[in-house]
């Protein structure tokens, strides 16, 4: 049994630890400590057993994985993960890293902290939070993601995805509304999220889909929040895609969208927020 800790209660662990499976090519047995509600989603989960809560509890004394995953927060969400928690000796423990404001971070690492046989980097790190972890892993090296196969989402016009909270979901279609009148055109929009909200304008239409990463060919812009997964998901189609980058108190939107419009060589055209 690999037991993955994917603290944190947005649906971005769950899609990213989905990836990392179906690369790694695990086929057993998954038990998933998670907080986050999207695990109530089978879509998401499929046939991973779920353990809700933020600490690594819910095993039976007996159970003893043969892996330990740690997603994002090398000490969890906020430091709760000490060395010794279900990592017995011989269980291998991974770390998958991902961007964070390692300054709001750091104060939270407890004083014995997980150290790690390995941690797979999955996308560049600010310097201090690289060195942190070459200190605690016994290998470091890059992993790129592979998504499983899923069918396109295939609607006419602009795409817009994003999984909330309602208020940046909104503030994402005013995005897209506002840069359609800018460049004069006035394309069908589609809204993919996992709830409608209350005030969606009615000429925006609505879909319930996931994944909703793979655009079909009818798809003419994409516009989502500038996360881990949309940056990475979208890559491919990174001509079409803007972004609108969200304040976090632990991920850096900002850094991560200024980051691939550099990659693209600054095709288009910087996303600035919204007045509040």
Request: hydrophobic residues 40%.
């Amino acid at each position: 049994m690999i037991l993955c800790y994917a603290s944190g209660d947005g649906l971005g662990h769950l899609t990213r630890l989905r990836a990392v499976l179906h690369t790694l090519g695990v086929d057993g047995p998954v038990t998933v400590v998670t907080a986050s509600p999207f695990a109530g989603d089978p879509r998401v989960t499929g046939d991973w057993r779920i353990v809700r809560g933020t600490g690594v509890t819910g095993l039976a004394p007996d159970e003893v994985p043969e892996e330990v995953i740690v997603d994002a927060f090398p000490a969890g969400l906020k430091g709760e993960l000490i060395r010794g928690d279900v990592i017995l000796p011989g269980t291998k423990v991974t770390h998958l890293a991902r961007l964070l404001r390692w300054d709001a971070y750091a104060p939270m690492l407890p004083a014995d902290p997980p150290r790690f046989d390995r941690t797979f980097v999955l996308e560049p790190l600010a310097p201090a939070h690289e060195a942190y972890l070459r200190a605690v892993s016994d290998e470091i090296v890059p992993l790129a993601l592979t998504d499983p196969p899923s069918e396109p989402v295939d609607v006419d016009g602009w795409l817009i995805v994003h999984s909330g909270p309602e208020a940046e979901t909104l503030e994402l279609v005013a995005y897209a509304r506002d840069m359609a009148s800018a460049e004069g055109v006035r394309p069908p929009m589609t809204l993919v999220s996992p709830q409608k909200p209350d005030s969606l304008a009615p000429e925006v239409a609505y879909l319930d889909a996931y994944p909703a990463w793979r655009p079909g060919p009818n798809v003419q812009r994409i516009v989502t929040a500038a996360g881990f997964n949309a940056v990475r998901q979208f890559a491919p189609w990174r001509d079409i895609h803007r972004m609108l980058p969200f304040p976090r108190s632990l991920d850096d939107q900002f850094a991560r969208a200024a980051r691939a419009r550099r990659e693209a060589g600054d095709r288009s055209r910087s996303p600035r927020r919204r007045p509040a």
